[in-house]
């Protein structure tokens, strides 16, 4: 292992502790900033963008007018539909200091690899007791690789399990810098179609497809679908991608995970409209016609994961 750059900066959006998903046993989880991709249905929009980005809750601001003072590149007034101009603002956080109502919240903050190392180590007995560990969210780590690479061999180094969810989508560089030190990648394969991918997801599948069987290679992996109605929940939009994953090496399961809405709050919040109102959550028993689809191209399905 090479030697670590702690003091090398990233950013993140959120650690979330005791989570039970995304990995074995008992793992905490650290959001980084910025996706290539915005899907239609994603439960994390403050990731996209890779500078922090404030939420504004108009329910509870107190029209006192502060962030307007606060704010240097006159991004914040009453006349933007919006309270924030979105173009203008910087994410620089001064409006958020400024707000006595709470109003204001940032998403992003810069750490340091020691610092967010220092976080996890509140946890590390339960990794241990749990045969649990960490793992990298996003938005999508392989964008920030250089920062992703670092804090896993440091995690590493811990003699924490390690565990990344990814898109698959980054440069070889990125793939080779990061995935040497994941024990298990959690890999998204939403479709197995160009065209559809770009209609929900705001990119093609190309670098998915191309990156899949060297991450696969590389580390065990497990391929998550988000099942969504009216992009890919159907037998056989879910057969195309178990056929798909079938063909890569380490791949023994997959995870079917139904349709939720649990984001659509957040939206509002950042000025953006949620465009998948029309559409119902689905519940695991809404994917077992999938599941035996999955199951019989030979890999194991979970619904759910
Ligand atoms: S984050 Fe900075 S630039 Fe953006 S609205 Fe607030 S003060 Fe203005
Ligand atoms: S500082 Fe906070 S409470 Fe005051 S106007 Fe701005 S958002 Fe509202």
């Known amino acids: 292992m090479d030697s670590i750059n702690y003091n090398l900066t990233g950013t993140v959006f959120d650690i979330q502790r005791f989570s039970l998903h995304d990995g074995p046993g008992i793992r905490t989880i650290v959001f980084l900033k910025g996706c290539p991709l915005s899907c239609q249905w ?12 404030v939420m504004y809750k108009r329910d509870d601001c107190l029209h006192c007018g502060r962030c307007i003072t606060a704010c240097k590149r006159g991004a914040i007034s009453p006349q933007n539909k919006t309270w924030i101009d979105r173009g203008g603002c910087s994410g620089c956080g001064e409006c958020v200091n400024a707000c006595p109502g709470g109003a204001l919240v940032l998403k992003g903050r810069i750490m340091t690899v020691q610092q967010v190392i220092c976080e996890l180590k509140k946890d590390a007995t339960t990794y241990r007791r749990s045969g649990g560990g960490i793992t990298l969210s996003g938005g999508e780590p392989l964008m920030q690789y250089e920062f992703a ?19 698959g989508i980054g440069s070889a560089e990125a793939v080779e810098r990061v995935i040497p030190y994941v024990d298990t990648v959690l890999l998204d394969i939403k479709h197995t179609d160009r065209d559809i991918h770009k209609m929900y997801t705001g990119g093609t599948n190309e670098l998915v497809l191309k990156n899949a069987p060297r991450i696969s290679q590389i580390s065990s992996t497990v391929v998550r679908v988000p099942v969504i109605p009216g992009f890919n929940y159907s037998v056989e939009a879910i057969r195309r991608i178990a056929e798909y994953a079938k063909t890569l090496t380490g791949v023994r399961t997959i995870h079917l995970l139904p349709y939720h809405s649990f984001g659509e709050n957040k939206y509002g919040l950042m000025g953006k409209e949620y465009q998948l109102t029309h559409i119902k959550p689905l519940h695991p028993e809404d994917l077992e016609e999938c599941k035996a689809a999955v199951e019989s191209c030979g890999l194991q399905c979970i619904i759910g994961g």
Do not use: F, M
């Open 42 to 53: 994603c439960s994390n929009p403050e990731s996209q963008s890779v500078k922090p980005v």
């Open 149 to 167: 690479s670092e804090l896993l061999q440091a995690c590493k180094g811990q003699g924490w399990n390690t565990a990344i969810e990814t898109t």
